[in-house]
């Protein structure tokens, strides 16, 4: 390949619109241009792109600003104008380039856009014109719009939830760059479905989701196609664009069309499956565990305060259900509460008071709830390294951290949550699930990748929050009509297949 220039940018968040504090620049880790190279060969869609590109010869990579921040409400004006406010600029300064590389979540909302990654990659086309390839690397739980469609040649998602495979995510969408500069363009075709489902009710592991990955995957291994992604939409968007989608890519406009089509059927024909068992109450995850013998723990899932969600993870509900129980059953779990945590450090190690936790963030979600005598047993910095098979290695910031103990349940009290889908969030702390009765996790699936291993049992259960579980019971008002489960479709709901470029 002769020396090719490609520019490389991304930004990354999760939004819930049903969570009521915007989230601020302030909530982000900012890379600006050439400090963004730290990113490369991280186990994330960035350093999946990044890499890749990097290790092709003739290839030259400019940096560009990239930003990655929790999942969490939509965001402040602020944000989207510093990134492209950034952005733009350094590609307009970078002079002659040959294609763009992208990594987005794709399921980014902000106060004023209900499409941030459409807007951030049409803002790009119209600075380096209609012919320049560009490819972008998503989440599995991406809207994938029109305007997306419109301004990006390639789209690669995640294929596996858990989330395992970021990294290789970022690998497929510069391939198809690469390949494409190699003078072998493709063709991106998308199906939608008005479809959404629970995040915590399925994974691509397990019962029919997996039969539908198996096959799309042996149609790639076939060489039938180039690529594929499901996109099982993030359900808590409130978006009059939100829809489940199939992306396929492969050398011919036909092939591409036909084979998203027949993976969109498919993925129609799971809509009820995709919605899960029905949860359980926190009552019955706690008689599970006293009833449990296997030397590993019971996990309660409260996925609708799920900080990977875009929940505030500030909730306490799970907490005073175990109370009554702080003498019988050994338990970990952790809440956000920055103002029990000053407490902690002024009260100090070693020491008891009591506290009250909860509620700290979104009152209007959750209750408080006082805690009496609670031991201070450890503070801490924030600092924890993930352990598990996502992003392993990877170091996260929770802000300052208190571990307070109540009996035998162990409490971990963050002033900034983070997700807590990885072992390490409890472990760097001193706290180590293996050894307790009952774990509760804020997290949605992708914490089954680390917590399965370990587990007597994985119990969904209903919790407050902003990312609750039970679709029907949201609070609405933007979402498209017709669309399942509110309302039941037919085959003709789903679109037909279009290539946009």
């Not at 400090?35 to 990044?50: E, I, P, Q, W, Y």
């Not at 995510?169 to 190699?182: D, K, M, Q, S």
């Not at 909860?358 to 910095?381: F, Q, W, Y």
């Amino acid at each position: 390949m002769a020396n090719k220039r490609i520019f490389v940018c991304g930004i990354h968040q999760e939004s819930n619109c049903f969570n009521p504090i915007p989230t601020p620049k302030t909530m982000f880790g900012t890379l600006e241009r050439e400090n963004s190279k730290r990113a490369s060969g991280a186990k994330t869609s960035t350093g999946g792109l990044m890499e890749r590109l990097e290790t092709e010869n003739g290839i030259e990579l400019i940096y560009g600003t990239v930003m990655s921040a929790p999942s969490g409400a939509p965001l402040k004006e602020e944000v989207c104008e510093f990134f492209l406010g950034s952005v733009l600029p350094d590609i307009k300064k970078a002079g002659k380039l040959d294609g763009v590389a992208v990594s987005l979540h794709g399921a980014t909302m902000a106060v004023n856009s209900n499409d941030v990654c459409g807007d951030v990659l049409e803002a790009i086309r119209n600075a380096v014109g209609e012919e320049m390839p560009i490819t972008a690397a998503f989440d599995l739980h991406a809207n994938i719009t029109e305007k997306i469609m419109k301004n990006a040649d390639y789209i690669c998602g995640f294929q596996e939830y858990p989330h395992i495979d970021q990294y290789e995510t970022g690998v497929r969408a510069a391939e198809l760059l690469i390949r494409h500069l190699n003078g072998k363009p493709a063709k991106t075709a998308r199906v939608t479905i008005p479809m959404i489902a629970p995040a915590h009710a399925y994974t691509t592991t397990t019962r029919e989701l997996l039969k539908l990955v198996n096959k799309a995957k042996a149609m790639v291994e076939s060489g039938r196609i180039l690529d594929y992604t499901i996109f099982e939409v993030q359900p808590w968007l409130d978006n009059p664009q939100m829809a489940a989608s199939i992306i396929v890519i492969a050398d011919d406009e036909a092939t591409a069309k036909a084979v998203a089509s027949e993976l969109a059927l498919d993925n129609f024909n799971l809509r009820k499956d995709l919605l899960g068992s029905p949860l359980v109450s926190i009552e019955e995850v706690i008689q599970k565990a006293l009833a449990n013998k296997t030397g590993k723990p019971v996990i309660l899932v409260d996925s609708a305060d799920s900080r990977g969600a875009g929940s505030t993870a500030d909730s306490a509900a799970v907490l005073e259900y175990l109370l009554p129980y702080k003498d019988q059953l050994k338990c970990a779990l952790g809440v956000t509460d920055a103002e029990a945590v000053k407490k902690a450090f002024e009260v100090g190690v070693g020491e008891r008071a009591d506290f009250t936790l909860g509620a700290s963030i979104a009152k209007e979600l959750s209750k408080p709830v006082k805690v009496e005598n609670a031991l201070v047993r450890s503070l801490h910095n924030g600092y924890f390294t993930h352990i598990g098979p996502i992003a392993k290695g990877a170091v996260s910031y929770c802000g300052k951290v208190a571990v307070l103990q109540v009996g035998s349940i162990l409490i971990q009290v963050s002033t900034d949550s983070r997700t807590e889908r990885d072992i390490g969030f409890f472990r760097g702390f001193g706290i180590d699930p293996e050894f307790c009765d009952l774990v509760s996790v804020k997290a949605c699936t992708s914490f089954r990748a680390a917590y399965e291993p370990i587990s007597a049992e994985i119990c969904n259960t209903a919790t407050p929050g902003a990312a609750g579980t039970v679709l029907t019971e949201l609070p609405y008002k933007n979402r498209p009509v017709p669309m399942y489960p509110f309302e039941e479709i037919t085959e003709k709901d789903i679109s037909e297949a279009k290539c946009y470029r």
